[in-house]
């Protein structure tokens, strides 16, 4: 066994682990009871995903990540911003699902991109419509039949082009589908028996603290890199684990922008205490962090009620606000949709709020909070 437990120093890591512990216990308290429960929750998905793409390296902003899943991009994608919506995208499946799926047999391999969202089991057969009994050579269907029939020559034609240019080789196959071809994925990368290792470690620490197997798990996962091309789903799978043992019961704890407060020495250091203290503490910084986001949006939220004031009971700014705290940024369109307005009418109501707007474009615009 590549990764020992054995070796950590558990009297070094009772207080901090029942410091993170606390402060995220406090945190999930907080969001339970609070009024900004959902928007809290998706501004975490997101913030998390940003900082998630940070310690892998890459650079990718919010309002960009906002924009793309809101297909209003600025700019083409690029291969960090496609990464960092499926950080997101793979957050929100984790939430959705029961405790407990992330680690099953299906989720892992639903997580790790083995099964598509279509090949899971869900008790759902597939099936074909039942054709019509019709004739086939009716005059409605006549011109579709004309359409398939210059089809089918155009392709046989295009064929034996190919065949005649190729000399009558087959030609080369393409990349397959899951990206398992040995020019992107290392052929001596085992990722089963990485996998089957970190499971071991999972087991192991059974008997110790949730929150201290939580941090001994997400270093297993870096040490062993379990998986060649998503090293962030270590900490997705450690956040649903903190969920799953009822430390955070009530949301996914976004753990990556803990880790940025904590410095990349102590995080990558030799000695394996020293690098779980590390992770701890990262624990705990996340926590700290959510609660104090939680409190600015609480203030931006009463800041821009103040504004409410001597407004007719018809308006609909109130429902704007709570769309506005909810969400990291809002479009017109999105405004338009969700509120009932004109896109006129949408651009206005964000002009009264004195919102930043984060486009920089005349049309398409978009706006978030100050």
Same mark, same amino acid.
């Given at each position: 066994?590549?990764?020992?437990?054995?070796?950590l120093?558990?009297?070094?890591l009772?207080?901090?682990?029942?410091?993170?512990?606390?402060?995220?216990?406090?945190?999930?308290?907080? !969001?339970?009871?609070?009024?900004?429960r959902? $928007?809290?929750?998706?501004?975490?998905?997101? $913030?998390?995903?940003?900082?998630?793409?940070?310690?892998?390296?890459e650079?990718v902003?919010?309002?960009?990540?906002?924009?793309?899943?809101?297909?209003?991009d600025v700019?083409a994608?690029?291969?960090?911003?496609?990464?960092?919506?499926?950080?997101?995208r793979?957050?929100?499946?984790?939430f959705a699902?029961?405790?407990?799926?992330?680690?099953?047999?299906?989720?892992?391999?639903?997580?790790?991109g083995? !099964?598509?969202d279509?090949d899971?089991?869900?008790g759902?057969?597939?099936?074909?419509p039942?054709?019509?009994?019709?004739?086939e050579?009716?005059?409605?269907d006549?011109p579709?039949?004309?359409?398939?029939?210059?089809?089918?020559?155009l392709?046989?034609?295009?064929?034996?082009?190919?065949?005649?240019?190729? $000399?009558g080789r087959?030609?080369?196959?393409?990349?397959?589908a899951?990206?398992?071809?040995?020019? !992107?994925?290392?052929?001596?990368?085992?990722?089963e028996?990485r996998?089957?290792?970190?499971?071991?470690?999972?087991d192991?620490s059974?008997?110790?603290?949730p929150?201290l197997?939580?941090? !001994?798990?997400?270093?297993?996962?870096?040490?062993l890199?379990v998986l060649?091309?998503s090293?962030?789903?270590?900490?997705?799978?450690?956040?649903?684990?903190?969920?799953?043992? $009822?430390?955070s019961?009530?949301?996914?704890?976004?753990?990556s922008?803990g880790?940025r407060a904590?410095?990349?020495?102590?995080?990558?250091?030799a000695?394996?205490?020293?690098?779980?203290?590390?992770l701890l503490?990262s624990?705990?910084e996340?926590?700290?962090?959510?609660?104090?986001e939680?409190?600015?949006?609480?203030?931006?939220?009463?800041?821009?009620l103040?504004?409410?004031?001597?407004r007719?009971?018809?308006s609909?700014?109130?429902a704007?606000?709570?769309?506005?705290?909810a969400?990291?940024?809002?479009?017109?369109s999105?405004?338009v949709?969700?509120l009932?307005?004109?896109?006129?009418?949408a651009?206005?109501?964000a002009?009264?709020?004195?919102?930043?707007?984060?486009t920089?474009?005349?049309?398409?615009?978009?706006?978030?909070?100050?």
């Amino acid at each position: 066994m590549l990764y020992n437990i054995a070796h950590l120093q558990l009297e070094k890591l009772l207080v901090p682990a029942s410091r993170a512990g606390e402060a995220l216990a406090r945190l999930d308290e907080r !969001i339970l009871r609070s009024p900004l429960r959902l $928007g809290f929750i998706e501004r975490q998905d997101f $913030g998390d995903a940003i900082s998630s793409m940070w310690v892998d390296g890459e650079l990718v902003h919010m309002e960009d990540l906002v924009l793309h899943e809101a297909r209003m991009d600025v700019r083409a994608p690029t291969h960090e911003m496609i990464s960092a919506y499926r950080i997101l995208r793979t957050r929100r499946t984790i939430f959705a699902n029961v405790r407990g799926w992330a680690f099953s047999a299906s989720g892992l391999s639903r997580l790790r991109g083995k !099964i598509s969202d279509t090949d899971e089991s869900t008790g759902l057969q597939s099936f074909s419509p039942a054709t019509p009994d019709v004739d086939e050579t009716s005059v409605e269907d006549a011109p579709l039949q004309d359409a398939f029939s210059e089809l089918d020559a155009l392709l046989a034609r295009s064929t034996a082009t190919l065949q005649a240019v190729t $000399g009558g080789r087959d030609l080369p196959p393409s990349l397959p589908a899951n990206d398992s071809h040995a020019l !992107i994925r290392d052929a001596d990368w085992d990722e089963e028996e990485r996998l089957e290792e970190w499971r071991q470690v999972h087991d192991a620490s059974q008997a110790l603290p949730p929150i201290l197997r939580a941090a !001994i798990m997400l270093d297993a996962w870096n040490k062993l890199e379990v998986l060649q091309r998503s090293p962030w789903l270590g900490r997705l799978l450690t956040a649903a684990f903190l969920r799953d043992s $009822g430390v955070s019961p009530d949301h996914l704890p976004a753990l990556s922008p803990g880790l940025r407060a904590v410095a990349r020495d102590r995080r990558h250091a030799a000695d394996q205490t020293e690098r779980t203290v590390a992770l701890l503490d990262s624990f705990y910084e996340a926590a700290v962090g959510g609660l104090k986001e939680h409190d600015r949006l609480l203030h931006a939220r009463e800041r821009m009620l103040r504004k409410l004031v001597g407004r007719r009971s018809s308006s609909r700014l109130p429902a704007l606000i709570d769309l506005v705290v909810a969400r990291p940024v809002v479009s017109a369109s999105v405004i338009v949709k969700e509120l009932g307005t004109t896109p006129q009418g949408a651009v206005g109501l964000a002009n009264q709020l004195e919102l930043r707007e984060v486009t920089g474009r005349g049309r398409f615009r978009a706006w978030g909070m100050l």
